[in-house]
């Protein structure tokens, strides 16, 4: 049985995995090769992805467009897949984010997020704390889960909310896979 994809990074999960950016890059491509897009209900392989972290990162699909650090204004419309790299942490409100990216979404469209989370609470000194806005505890991250439903996106492929150890040093990566729903 495959891993949640909603989960914390752990170099152990992909064979030869040496960084939590190679970590991230093979998650992003599980999860991607885990969904299943039907091709009859709109264009398949537009791929949206903002990459707001230091890592290189190759987003799988057709001719994605990348998106650095604060670029606002998306290549196309519609995509059927969205990936947010290190952007939950950064931005001023996550749920006004995700809420704008459900709407570029497709119906049935994935959103694979990524930001840094820890095992513990209060102010974020862990390093790297300068760039972030915020760092994902475990009561932020399973209200994050809750609260995209009210945005039609649902976790998509399994969640494992426990903590996989400090792959940074003092915190780690963090994934959060939805879907939004067809019926929207």
């Known amino acids: 049985m495959p891993l949640p994809l909603t989960r914390t990074a752990c170099l152990a999960d992909y064979p030869d995995c040496v960084s939590v950016a190679g970590w991230q890059q093979c998650h992003a491509i599980e999860a991607y090769h885990h969904w299943s897009w039907d091709p009859a209900t709109g264009p398949a392989g537009d791929v949206l992805c903002f990459n707001w972290g230091a890592a290189h990162f190759r987003a799988p699909g057709r001719a994605p467009c990348y998106l650095a650090y604060q670029e606002q204004e998306p290549c196309l419309d519609r995509y059927t897949a969205i990936f947010a790299l290190s952007v939950l942490d ?95």
């Open 90 to 184: 950064r931005v001023p409100s996550p749920l006004r984010f995700l809420r704008s990216q459900a709407a570029r979404l497709a119906l049935g469209g994935l959103l694979v997020c990524t930001f840094a989370a820890w095992d513990a609470t209060g102010q974020d000194c862990a390093v790297g704390c300068e760039m972030r806005r915020r760092i994902y505890d475990w009561t932020a991250w399973s209200k994050l889960v809750q609260e995209i439903k009210g945005l039609g996106l649902h976790p998509y492929g399994g969640v494992d909310l426990h903590y996989h150890g400090h792959t940074l040093g003092d915190h780690t990566l963090a994934t959060l896979v939805a879907v939004k729903d067809r019926r929207i």
